[in-house]
């Protein structure tokens, strides 16, 4: 059975700083690896989708890493800013009984001191 | 122009009552998806639909019963409403066999007193 897991379960960091997001997943078998963003009281917001055959992905200041062997994907954010507070989940698309679907860790919940 | 519409934003109700939860998208999906976000903030698939066909039940309750009419909508009928219930169900769609993101609406927060 896949299981995500999402550590520190929250950060908290002053407003500049460069800091590093990690999530695990038990089973190499994965289609692709996504992050999403979750701001309070809003759904999520798919931030990079690295596919099995990728090693990282990229998007302004935010860069995703993916080792499928050991089962670990980063999510890195440079020059941290208080707009980047919110939750992060990553998730892995798995297929199941001939369909597909995303199992998602707990969540790093994100904040940027000013 | 929300690409993953999904209503009521709130919804509180008492034990035992029967309420609907409507999902639309508008991206051209073949694939919808119900998702449970417990008070712990974990967020577990309940229901695929590809195309109008169920191909996703996660050991839910029969008291959930997902509808499509058709591939661009997916509702959640819940009977006999329970405390444990309560949560925030989010409506989510993709394009099933290819890499393309999961698209999320901003979920309906299910309270049953």
């Known amino acids: 059975k896949q299981e995500v897991t999402q550590i520190p379960a929250a950060l908290s960091v002053p407003e500049g700083e460069n800091l590093v997001l990690n999530c695990s997943f038990t089973?190499?078998?994965?289609?692709?690896l996504q992050w999403f963003r979750q701001d309070p009281g809003k759904g999520l917001t798919s931030l990079l989708l690295?596919?099995?055959?990728?090693r990282e992905q990229t998007s302004g200041r935010l860069n995703a890493s993916l080792d499928k062997s050991s089962g670990r994907s980063t999510l890195y954010i440079a020059a941290s800013q208080p707009g980047d507070s919110a939750t992060y989940l990553c998730?892995?698309?798995?297929?199941?009984?001939?369909?597909?679907?995303?199992?998602f860790g707990q969540g790093t919940r994100l904040t940027i001191n000013p | 122009d929300t690409a993953v519409s999904q209503t009521p934003k709130y919804l509180v109700t008492q034990m035992g009552n029967d309420k609907s939860i409507k999902c639309e998208q508008n991206?051209?999906?073949?694939?919808m998806y119900w998702y449970k976000q417990d008070s712990k903030k974990f967020l577990k698939i309940m229901f695929s639909?590809?195309?109008?066909?169920?191909?996703i039940n996660e050991t839910v309750p029969n008291r959930f019963s997902p509808k499509s009419p058709d591939k661009a909508h997916l509702n959640l009928h819940i009977n006999s409403l329970e405390l444990g219930d309560s949560a925030v169900y989010f409506c989510?769609?993709?394009?099933?066999?290819?890499?393309?993101?999961?698209?999320f609406g901003n979920g309906t927060r299910l309270t049953v007193t």
């Open positions: 998730a892995v698309k798995i297929q199941i009984q001939g369909a597909q679907k995303l199992v």
């Open positions: 089973d190499s078998a994965i289609y692709n």
């Open positions: 690295i596919q099995s055959s990728q």
């Open positions: 991206l051209g999906h073949d694939t």
């Open positions: 639909y590809n195309n109008k066909e169920l191909i």
């Open positions: 989510a769609s993709n394009q099933q066999y290819s890499n393309s993101p999961l698209h």
